[in-house]
């Protein structure tokens, strides 16, 4: 009788359902207010920057400044978007809630003395801070604390950017390769849509971008986004190792890391000065508006490029995906007219499938694009974020990432899940090294030699 009186599961779900609904709107008011803020700071910061181009030779004194802080208070929270992910994936302590302040004056430092650096790792750091402080307030096991940083990493997301569908997806897709979680789908969609509009409350008005021509569905417009995004994944990819592999030489060049941001420092504002390239500093988003607009330089993505990665590598603190939209979207334009495209189009398309290579998220990039220039773009923005996703290989600009359900057969049947990407090339090479040893040869069951001859002469003794 009782198996017959059994509540229905939409009733046992109702529960869950109330607690992250009230949850992620906490998340979200927290994030959404923490995001205007630091978007409103930024933009006072670049404002003031650009009418005083002198700022930028104290760079290299900004950056030192606050590389000291950091080694002096920010040790635990230095691995930034990184720690968030390694601790959705593996629970240990909450994250310092000076994550929050440290991340936020440091972007608005970098950028008011004109390092290239981007935003969406502060908001994603600010708002994983933020949300994981209520794990001890709500008295959350692991596994719902594994959810509540995702609703964090999405609020983040989607307020910075006001884009809060793509938001909600990259919450679940940036923590391994071709896997989400979709119990985490709700709360985090719920987080991404009131992040946004807390955000938008206080009155933040999102960069508006628009795309005048968008060509129909045809065998060669897809041929030409394919292979546009082979050329936008392997940008990607290069982007993210470059990274990287600065980064670790810095590190092991330069062992007291205040005076990793003053190398850097100094590079950048010569460079600047020298080649007078004003226009790759900062979030560079007039340039971006440009590359919608008007053919740009063909070397503006390798300039842009080549300042971000020198700006990450050596310590200044910011984000990557701002740089990687204006890279994308001045290699689109730069590629249209080879492929028979109009630039706006391909700029826009550009402008998300760079992201997608370099951060393995081709799902939330393509909601972006449709959220930035409209759902007429959304087929072939699909096209180039999966083409480049998949041509950008194992690699990406958080190291942290898992590599989840590999891009390739090979890695599939040979990877572990869990390994992370950064990890990979040293999982190939003791793999590699393991093949070319000898093989073991069996162990001999007869009997030993030496045993036969001291029987024979044990018989002739006798």
Same mark, same amino acid.
């Given at each position: 009788m009782r198996k017959y009186l059994r509540r229905p599961e939409q009733l046992e779900l109702l529960?869950?359902?109330?607690?992250?609904?009230?949850?992620?709107?906490?998340?979200?008011?927290?994030?959404?207010?923490?995001?205007?803020?630091?978007?409103?700071?930024? &933009?006072?910061?670049?404002?003031?920057?650009?009418?005083?181009r002198w700022i930028i030779w104290l760079l290299p004194l900004a950056g030192m400044g606050v590389g000291f802080v950091y080694h002096l208070l920010g040790k635990q929270v230095d691995g930034g978007n990184n720690l968030i992910i390694d601790e959705i994936h593996d629970p240990k302590k909450?994250?310092?809630?000076?994550?929050?302040?440290?991340?936020?004056?440091?972007?608005?430092?970098? *950028?008011?003395?004109g390092a290239s650096v981007g935003r969406e790792g502060?908001?994603? %750091?600010m708002s994983?801070?933020?949300?994981?402080?209520?794990?001890?307030?709500?008295?959350?096991?692991?596994?719902?604390?594994?959810?509540?940083?995702?609703?964090?990493?999405? $609020?983040?997301?989607?307020?910075?950017?006001?884009?809060?569908?793509?938001?909600?997806?990259? =919450?679940?897709?940036?923590?391994?390769? !071709?896997?989400?979680?979709? &119990?985490?789908?709700?709360? @985090?969609?719920?987080?991404?849509?009131? $992040?946004? %509009?807390? @955000?938008?409350?206080? !009155?933040?008005?999102?960069? *508006?971008? +628009?795309?005048?021509?968008?060509?129909?569905?045809?065998?060669?417009?897809?041929? +030409?986004?394919?292979?546009?995004?082979?050329?936008f994944?392997?940008? =990607?990819?290069?982007?993210?190792?470059?990274?990287?592999?600065?980064?670790?030489?810095?590190?092991?060049?330069? !062992?007291?890391?205040?005076?990793?941001?003053?190398v850097g420092g100094v590079i950048v504002a010569t460079a600047v000065w020298a080649l007078d390239a004003y226009n790759y500093i900062g979030l560079g988003i007039p340039e971006i508006m440009r590359s919608f607009q008007e053919p740009m330089k063909p070397w503006d993505w390798l300039g842009k490029l080549v300042f971000t990665v020198v700006s990450l590598g050596t310590g200044f603190k910011g984000g990557e995906v701002t740089p990687?939209?204006?890279? =994308?979207?001045t290699l689109g334009n730069a590629l249209a007219p080879l492929l028979h495209l109009p630039f706006p189009m391909l700029a826009g398309i550009g402008f998300v499938a760079v992201f997608a290579?370099?951060? #393995?998220?081709p799902i939330a990039t393509t909601l972006m694009a449709m959220e930035l220039f409209g759902a007429d773009i959304g087929p072939l923005a699909a096209v180039g974020c999966i083409t480049a996703y998949l041509f950008s290989g194992h690699t990406g600009i958080y190291h942290a990432q898992r590599l989840g359900h590999g891009k390739h057969s090979k890695h599939r049947r040979t990877v572990p899940e869990e390994l992370r990407i950064s990890d990979l090339a040293h999982f190939h090479k003791q793999r590699s090294e393991a093949q070319k040893k000898p093989p073991i040869p069996p162990a001999d069951t007869s009997e030993? %030699?030496?045993? *036969? %001859? $001291? #029987? &024979?002469?044990?018989?002739?003794?006798?």
């Open positions: 529960p869950s359902l109330g607690k992250w609904l009230l949850i992620a709107s906490v998340v979200a008011a927290l994030a959404g207010s923490a995001s205007a803020f630091f978007l409103v700071s930024l &933009d006072r910061a670049t404002e003031w920057r650009e009418a005083h909450v994250v310092p809630l000076r994550m929050a302040p440290l991340v936020l004056g440091g972007t608005v430092i970098s *950028h008011l003395f502060t908001a994603v %750091q994983g801070a933020l949300a994981d402080q209520l794990t001890h307030v709500f008295r959350l096991e692991h596994e719902d604390r594994r959810i509540l940083l995702m609703t964090g990493v999405s $609020a983040g997301f989607s307020a910075v950017f006001g884009t809060p569908l793509a938001g909600a997806v990259f =919450g679940l897709e940036i923590l391994a390769i !071709g896997r989400m979680r979709y &119990d985490a789908l709700f709360p @985090c969609a719920v987080a991404a849509i009131v $992040a946004n %509009q807390v @955000c938008l409350a206080f !009155g933040v008005h999102h960069t *508006h971008y +628009a795309i005048s021509e968008v060509v129909p569905i045809s065998a060669w417009s897809v041929l +030409a986004v394919v292979l546009a995004g082979i050329i994944g392997l940008v =990607g990819a290069v982007f993210a190792k470059a990274a990287h592999k600065l980064g670790a030489t810095m590190k092991r060049r330069i !062992g007291y890391a205040p005076l990793r941001p003053f990687l939209f204006y890279i =994308g979207a290579g370099a951060a #393995n998220t030993p %030699q030496i045993e *036969h %001859q $001291a #029987n &024979d002469i044990d018989q002739k003794g006798e």
